[in-house]
T-cell receptor
Framework: EAQVTQNPRYLITVTGKKLTVTCSQN?????MSWYRQDPGLGLRQIYY???????DKGDVPEGYKVSRKEKRNFPLILESPSPNQTSLYFC??????????????FGPGTRLTVT | AQSVTQPDIHITVSEGASLELRCNYS??????LFWYVQSPGQGLQLLLK??????LVQGIKGFEAEFKRSQSSFNLRKPSVHWSDAAEYFC?????????????FGKGTHLIIQP
Protein backbone atom coordinates (compact mmCIF):
# COMPACT_ATOMS: atom_id res chain seq x y z
CA GLU A 1 0.00 0.00 0.00
CA ALA A 2 1.28 3.41 -1.01
CA GLN A 3 1.73 5.48 2.11
CA VAL A 4 3.65 7.97 4.18
CA THR A 5 4.42 6.81 7.69
CA GLN A 6 5.45 8.87 10.68
CA ASN A 7 6.76 7.87 14.07
CA PRO A 8 5.95 8.42 16.79
CA ARG A 9 2.30 9.36 16.45
CA TYR A 10 2.21 10.96 19.88
CA LEU A 11 5.08 12.39 21.89
CA ILE A 12 5.26 14.28 25.15
CA THR A 13 8.66 15.66 26.03
CA VAL A 14 10.35 18.34 28.10
CA THR A 15 11.97 21.56 27.06
CA GLY A 16 15.46 21.12 25.69
CA LYS A 17 15.43 17.35 25.19
CA LYS A 18 16.42 16.58 21.61
CA LEU A 19 13.95 14.55 19.59
CA THR A 20 13.51 13.18 16.10
CA VAL A 21 10.28 12.48 14.27
CA THR A 22 10.77 10.01 11.46
CA CYS A 23 9.02 10.08 8.09
CA SER A 24 9.16 7.46 5.39
CA GLN A 25 7.39 7.07 2.05
CA ASN A 26 7.21 4.05 -0.23
CA UNK A 27 6.11 5.78 -3.44
CA UNK A 28 9.58 6.72 -4.71
CA UNK A 29 8.66 10.40 -4.48
CA UNK A 30 11.39 12.97 -5.01
CA UNK A 31 9.76 15.79 -3.03
CA MET A 32 9.12 15.69 0.69
CA SER A 33 7.95 18.32 3.16
CA TRP A 34 7.22 18.90 6.80
CA TYR A 35 4.27 20.99 7.94
CA ARG A 36 2.98 22.02 11.32
CA GLN A 37 -0.68 22.57 12.04
CA ASP A 38 -1.86 24.96 14.73
CA PRO A 39 -5.43 25.97 15.57
CA GLY A 40 -6.53 28.97 13.54
CA LEU A 41 -3.33 28.99 11.49
CA GLY A 42 -3.84 26.07 9.12
CA LEU A 43 -0.80 24.21 7.87
CA ARG A 44 2.53 25.94 7.51
CA GLN A 45 5.55 24.45 5.82
CA ILE A 46 8.67 23.98 7.93
CA TYR A 47 11.18 22.48 5.50
CA TYR A 48 11.12 20.75 2.18
CA UNK A 49 13.43 18.56 0.14
CA UNK A 50 13.69 18.17 -3.60
CA UNK A 51 15.88 15.08 -3.45
CA UNK A 52 18.63 13.37 -1.51
CA UNK A 53 20.90 15.92 0.16
CA UNK A 54 18.79 18.83 -1.17
CA UNK A 55 16.74 20.64 1.46
CA ASP A 56 15.45 24.17 1.92
CA LYS A 57 13.57 26.26 4.44
CA GLY A 58 9.85 26.69 4.32
CA ASP A 59 7.82 29.37 6.04
CA VAL A 60 8.55 28.50 9.68
CA PRO A 61 11.98 26.78 9.89
CA GLU A 62 13.26 28.27 13.16
CA GLY A 63 14.06 25.64 15.75
CA TYR A 64 13.98 22.71 13.32
CA LYS A 65 16.46 20.72 11.31
CA VAL A 66 16.00 18.11 8.62
CA SER A 67 18.12 15.71 6.65
CA ARG A 68 17.59 13.67 3.50
CA LYS A 69 20.20 10.95 3.28
CA GLU A 70 17.92 8.46 1.59
CA LYS A 71 15.17 9.14 -0.87
CA ARG A 72 12.47 7.49 1.19
CA ASN A 73 13.26 9.08 4.56
CA PHE A 74 12.99 12.68 5.75
CA PRO A 75 13.37 13.00 9.53
CA LEU A 76 12.49 16.17 11.43
CA ILE A 77 14.85 17.05 14.24
CA LEU A 78 14.17 19.35 17.16
CA GLU A 79 17.51 19.81 18.88
CA SER A 80 16.18 21.89 21.78
CA PRO A 81 12.39 21.78 21.80
CA SER A 82 10.45 24.61 23.36
CA PRO A 83 6.78 24.83 24.37
CA ASN A 84 5.95 26.93 21.29
CA GLN A 85 6.77 23.89 19.19
CA THR A 86 3.83 22.04 20.67
CA SER A 87 1.85 21.25 17.55
CA LEU A 88 0.56 18.64 15.13
CA TYR A 89 3.18 17.75 12.55
CA PHE A 90 2.61 16.30 9.12
CA CYS A 91 5.08 14.84 6.70
CA UNK A 92 4.14 14.89 3.02
CA UNK A 93 5.59 13.69 -0.25
CA UNK A 94 4.91 14.18 -3.94
CA UNK A 95 6.19 13.38 -7.38
CA UNK A 96 8.54 15.80 -9.08
CA UNK A 97 7.69 17.67 -12.24
CA UNK A 98 4.50 19.22 -13.52
CA UNK A 99 1.19 19.65 -11.82
CA UNK A 100 1.43 16.35 -9.96
CA UNK A 101 4.33 17.71 -7.96
CA UNK A 102 1.82 19.83 -6.06
CA UNK A 103 -0.38 16.94 -4.97
CA UNK A 104 0.80 16.18 -1.49
CA UNK A 105 0.44 12.75 0.09
CA PHE A 106 0.26 13.20 3.83
CA GLY A 107 1.32 11.04 6.70
CA PRO A 108 -1.02 10.44 9.65
CA GLY A 109 0.50 13.19 11.78
CA THR A 110 2.54 13.38 14.97
CA ARG A 111 1.12 15.21 17.93
CA LEU A 112 3.96 16.74 19.91
CA THR A 113 3.63 18.30 23.34
CA VAL A 114 6.61 20.11 24.87
CA THR A 115 6.30 20.91 28.58
CA ALA B 1 3.52 36.16 -1.46
CA GLN B 2 0.93 33.51 -2.08
CA SER B 3 -2.05 33.50 0.23
CA VAL B 4 -5.26 31.57 0.63
CA THR B 5 -8.29 32.92 2.45
CA GLN B 6 -11.08 30.85 3.87
CA PRO B 7 -13.44 33.53 5.19
CA ASP B 8 -15.53 31.23 7.36
CA ILE B 9 -13.85 29.81 10.44
CA HIS B 10 -16.95 27.83 11.43
CA ILE B 11 -20.02 26.81 9.46
CA THR B 12 -23.05 25.01 10.83
CA VAL B 13 -25.32 23.15 8.43
CA SER B 14 -28.29 20.90 9.02
CA GLU B 15 -27.99 17.31 7.88
CA GLY B 16 -29.40 17.00 4.37
CA ALA B 17 -28.90 20.67 3.56
CA SER B 18 -26.56 21.96 0.89
CA LEU B 19 -23.09 23.23 1.65
CA GLU B 20 -20.72 25.76 0.18
CA LEU B 21 -17.30 26.49 1.64
CA ARG B 22 -15.51 29.52 0.31
CA CYS B 23 -11.90 29.82 -0.75
CA ASN B 24 -10.09 32.76 -2.32
CA TYR B 25 -6.46 32.84 -3.38
CA SER B 26 -4.10 35.66 -4.13
CA UNK B 27 -3.54 36.44 -7.75
CA UNK B 28 -1.01 34.31 -9.50
CA UNK B 29 -0.45 32.64 -12.81
CA UNK B 30 -1.79 29.13 -13.33
CA UNK B 31 -2.76 28.16 -9.79
CA UNK B 32 -3.17 24.55 -8.87
CA LEU B 33 -6.01 24.23 -6.39
CA PHE B 34 -6.85 21.61 -3.81
CA TRP B 35 -9.35 20.86 -1.10
CA TYR B 36 -8.35 18.58 1.76
CA VAL B 37 -10.50 17.26 4.60
CA GLN B 38 -9.37 16.40 8.09
CA SER B 39 -11.77 14.36 10.18
CA PRO B 40 -11.40 14.57 13.96
CA GLY B 41 -8.13 13.00 15.05
CA GLN B 42 -7.24 12.02 11.50
CA GLY B 43 -4.78 13.04 8.85
CA LEU B 44 -5.46 14.96 5.67
CA GLN B 45 -7.37 13.42 2.82
CA LEU B 46 -7.52 14.90 -0.66
CA LEU B 47 -11.10 15.66 -1.71
CA LEU B 48 -10.43 17.09 -5.15
CA LYS B 49 -8.00 19.09 -7.22
CA UNK B 50 -7.95 21.48 -10.15
CA UNK B 51 -5.04 21.67 -12.56
CA UNK B 52 -6.59 22.86 -15.82
CA UNK B 53 -9.50 22.32 -18.17
CA UNK B 54 -13.08 22.04 -17.01
CA UNK B 55 -13.55 24.51 -14.18
CA LEU B 56 -16.08 22.32 -12.36
CA VAL B 57 -14.30 19.39 -10.76
CA GLN B 58 -15.77 16.38 -9.04
CA GLY B 59 -14.21 14.81 -6.01
CA ILE B 60 -14.76 12.03 -3.55
CA LYS B 61 -17.66 11.75 -1.10
CA GLY B 62 -19.99 13.71 -3.39
CA PHE B 63 -18.06 16.98 -3.26
CA GLU B 64 -17.44 19.31 -6.16
CA ALA B 65 -15.66 22.62 -6.59
CA GLU B 66 -15.72 25.35 -9.17
CA PHE B 67 -12.71 27.39 -10.23
CA LYS B 68 -13.55 30.99 -11.10
CA ARG B 69 -10.48 32.83 -12.31
CA SER B 70 -12.25 36.20 -12.45
CA GLN B 71 -13.08 35.94 -8.75
CA SER B 72 -9.89 34.12 -7.69
CA SER B 73 -12.12 31.58 -6.02
CA PHE B 74 -12.36 27.82 -5.68
CA ASN B 75 -15.47 27.14 -3.60
CA LEU B 76 -16.35 23.67 -2.40
CA ARG B 77 -19.93 22.45 -2.61
CA LYS B 78 -22.04 19.47 -1.68
CA PRO B 79 -25.76 19.20 -2.42
CA SER B 80 -26.70 17.27 0.71
CA VAL B 81 -24.44 16.88 3.73
CA HIS B 82 -24.24 13.85 5.98
CA TRP B 83 -23.30 13.79 9.66
CA SER B 84 -20.02 12.12 8.66
CA ASP B 85 -19.03 15.28 6.77
CA ALA B 86 -18.35 17.06 10.06
CA ALA B 87 -14.64 17.87 9.81
CA GLU B 88 -12.07 20.57 9.14
CA TYR B 89 -11.72 21.58 5.50
CA PHE B 90 -8.61 23.15 4.02
CA CYS B 91 -8.20 24.89 0.72
CA UNK B 92 -4.66 24.93 -0.69
CA UNK B 93 -2.91 26.44 -3.67
CA UNK B 94 0.33 25.90 -5.54
CA UNK B 95 1.68 28.03 -8.32
CA UNK B 96 3.48 26.85 -11.42
CA UNK B 97 7.21 27.07 -11.13
CA UNK B 98 7.82 23.92 -9.20
CA UNK B 99 5.97 21.99 -6.55
CA UNK B 100 8.92 21.19 -4.34
CA UNK B 101 8.01 23.95 -1.90
CA UNK B 102 4.61 22.43 -1.37
CA UNK B 103 1.28 24.15 -1.01
CA UNK B 104 0.02 27.26 0.70
CA PHE B 105 -2.94 26.39 2.91
CA GLY B 106 -5.85 28.41 4.16
CA LYS B 107 -6.57 28.46 7.87
CA GLY B 108 -9.40 26.02 7.53
CA THR B 109 -13.18 25.94 7.94
CA HIS B 110 -14.68 23.86 10.71
CA LEU B 111 -17.92 22.25 9.54
CA ILE B 112 -20.54 21.36 12.12
CA ILE B 113 -23.52 19.23 11.15
CA GLN B 114 -26.77 19.69 13.04
CA PRO B 115 -29.12 16.71 13.24
Amino acid sequence: EAQVTQNPRYLITVTGKKLTVTCSQNMNHEYMSWYRQDPGLGLRQIYYSMNVEVTDKGDVPEGYKVSRKEKRNFPLILESPSPNQTSLYFCASSFSGGALSYEQYFGPGTRLTVT
Amino acid sequence: AQSVTQPDIHITVSEGASLELRCNYSYGATPYLFWYVQSPGQGLQLLLKYFSGDTLVQGIKGFEAEFKRSQSSFNLRKPSVHWSDAAEYFCAVGYSGGGADGLTFGKGTHLIIQP
